[in-house]
């Protein structure tokens, strides 16, 4: 196990309640996520990944902070935020939903969980949306609290978790439901536990509602998985890209539309509420959109790593797009990719060549997500 050292970003970066578990049973390396550090580095990334799609893996998400709305009037607050019907969405229940600004923009993709009637959690990617929601109250006329509550999720992901959680929690945990979430303790340990993760496999996330036990909680599961071959690791590029699951500021972001990326079906746009960006997505829905988010196959070597700046995507000379997220599957053996390209150049099979460093490739259009498309893994 590493020995714990100081990782240089400052006291303005929070750590999670896990950050010295992590740094003992092996993390390298960190990054910087909701002012927080993640742990990005446990090894040689394809190990995460087999480790996760045969296995078990734990890993620090502490990052995904939450933003409570509670109050007599959280539910309607909610639903000005949120483009989903929130009608639709029962106690106990979990959805994924998007926040968008007053012109159609994306600012967050977060999990919302509903604990009560008026008490929500918003579960988010990498944006300040506390203060977002903060400043929309202001002027709201709505009796609302909305603060960052003593909340730090851990991900349990993987084909072996629901193992892992029996050993944990009993039996009562085999019933839970794909995104819904239920309320636990744990020798003392108050939690929330949901049935999502950033994975697309099988997988859990524990919300520890006390910062103080983090360390105790950690050293818990990996404990109880120790028996079904549990590995410490972080949340897997390949796996999330093979999903089609979309990261923040890197496939969408504020000036993104949920039609480019084929995410209307997250948008209630005829429903009889109002939310913020409403009469802006109706305008973009009437209009059709210039630009659309695909996935690609890309020719040459494997790519080391992912890439960490965007590629141009060029066709008969001209810049159509850009590739957002690249990496490559050692199950599909192929250099997969996310890329957001004009609307003309978004049908299955065309062709571009890639502009990257280390020189230049081809890559094709291709049906995604790359692998389980029907999300059978997550929802068994």
Partial sequence: ???PKDFGFGTQIRKSPYFDATIRWGAKDFSVYNHMYIPRDFGDPQKNFWNLVNGVILCDVAVERQVEITGPDAAK????????????????QCKYVLLTNAAGGILNDPIMLRLAENHFWISLADSDILLWAQGVAINSGLDVTICEPDASPLQLQGPKSGEVMQALFGESIVDLKYYWLREYELDGIPLIISR???????GYELYLRDGSKGDLLWEKIMAAGKPFGIKPGHTSTIRRIEGGMLSYHADMDINTNPYELGLDRLID???????IGKAALQQIRHQGVSRKQVGLVISGPAIEGSNTSFWGLETDGQIVGKVTSAVYSPRLQKNI?????DVQCAALSTEFVVIKPGGNATATVVEKPFHDPKKKLTAT
């Fill in 337 to 341: 990719a996310l890329a957001m390209v």
């Fill in 77 to 92: 607050f909610m639903q000005r935020l949120i483009c989903r019907d929130l009608s639709k969405c029962a106690i106990g």
């Fill in 269 to 275: 746009i005829d429903a009889d509420f109002d939310f």
């Fill in 196 to 202: 999502t993760g950033w994975s697309s496999e099988l």
């Fill in 1 to 3: 196990m590493a020995t």
